[in-house]
């Protein structure tokens, strides 16, 4: 089974050739990228691997995914003007602030989600939660996948500013994005099923219509999440 930093390794080399033809025109803006089936062939990589390339090419606001259909380039300017820089995720407190942020918006938007959302978001986020699964079993952190979960919740509120808002703050906002090693490898693969196994929870209740369990369950995940980074820092002696 291939090691987290090398499935991490293998989406930054998928990543880099398509931001350099990108940059180049050779894909120009508005175009669609290639195809998820054929960027596993030309790369020699797994799904899991294009996955999360194209969920970091849409956190750097450089493609944009419309279900369904594929992912388009976009033109420079489009990004969000609000983003979070590297070095603002750098230590705990860093995280723990925008994981406050998270908790403040998106458990709203978890709740005007359940009000609003359709059979296609419903969908999208079972098939994250599926690709999380996949994920761990290959030796992933997910967080390709588990940023998709969340930003396919906030698309189903319908109001643009949720979507831009997460799509700011990039796969950055996935805790273990940031201070990897925190979490033993031993426990690793069962700390990442809690986490889908609460995402389970927020997309019942959303597809339920049940707003008050949606943001009930969403403050729970990311609050749970919030004590899992300190209890690990605190583990390793951060």
């Given at each position: 089974m291939p090691s987290r930093r090398r499935?991490?390794?293998?989406?930054?080399?998928?990543?880099?050739?398509?931001?350099d033809r990108i940059r180049s025109g050779r894909i120009p803006t508005g175009d669609r990228l290639p195809t998820e089936s054929a960027l596993v062939a030309e790369f020699g990589v797994s799904r899991t691997v294009v996955r999360e390339a194209i969920s970091k090419l849409q956190a750097g606001s450089l493609v944009e995914t419309r279900h369904g259909i594929g992912s388009f380039v976009r033109a420079a300017g489009e990004?969000?003007?609000?983003?979070?820089?590297?070095?603002?995720?750098?230590?705990?407190?860093?995280?723990?602030?925008?994981?406050?942020?998270?908790i403040a918006v998106e458990t709203e938007a978890a709740g005007?989600?359940?009000?609003?959302?359709?059979?296609?978001?419903?969908?999208?986020?079972?098939?994250?939660?599926?690709d999380f699964d996949a994920a761990v079993e290959e030796g992933g952190d997910?967080?390709?996948?588990?940023?998709?979960?969340?930003?396919?919740?906030?698309?189903?509120?319908?109001?643009?500013?949720?979507?831009?808002?997460?799509?700011?703050?990039?796969?950055?906002?996935?805790?273990?994005?940031r201070l990897p090693g925190t979490v033993p490898d031993a426990e690793q693969q069962a700390?990442?099923?809690?986490?889908?196994?609460?995402?389970?929870?927020?997309?019942?209740?959303?597809?339920?219509?049940?707003?008050?369990?949606?943001?009930?369950?969403?403050?729970?995940?990311?609050?749970?999440s919030r004590e899992r980074r300190r209890r690990a820092?605190?583990?390793?002696?951060?």
């Open positions: 499935l991490r390794s293998l989406a930054d080399g998928v990543v880099e050739a398509l931001v990004g969000a003007a609000y983003q979070v820089r590297p070095d603002q995720l750098e230590t705990l407190q860093d995280v723990i602030a925008v994981l406050e942020l998270r005007l989600a359940a009000l609003r959302r359709d059979d296609g978001n419903i969908s999208v986020m079972r098939k994250t939660i599926a997910a967080v390709g996948a588990d940023f998709a979960f969340h930003r396919e919740l906030a698309r189903a509120t319908r109001n643009p500013h949720f979507e831009n808002l997460f799509a700011a703050l990039g796969t950055g906002a996935i805790p273990r994005a700390y990442l099923r809690r986490v889908n196994v609460e995402h389970t929870s927020i997309v019942d209740a959303i597809a339920a219509g049940d707003a008050d369990a949606a943001r009930a369950a969403m403050r729970t995940h990311l609050a749970n820092a605190a583990a390793a002696g951060g």
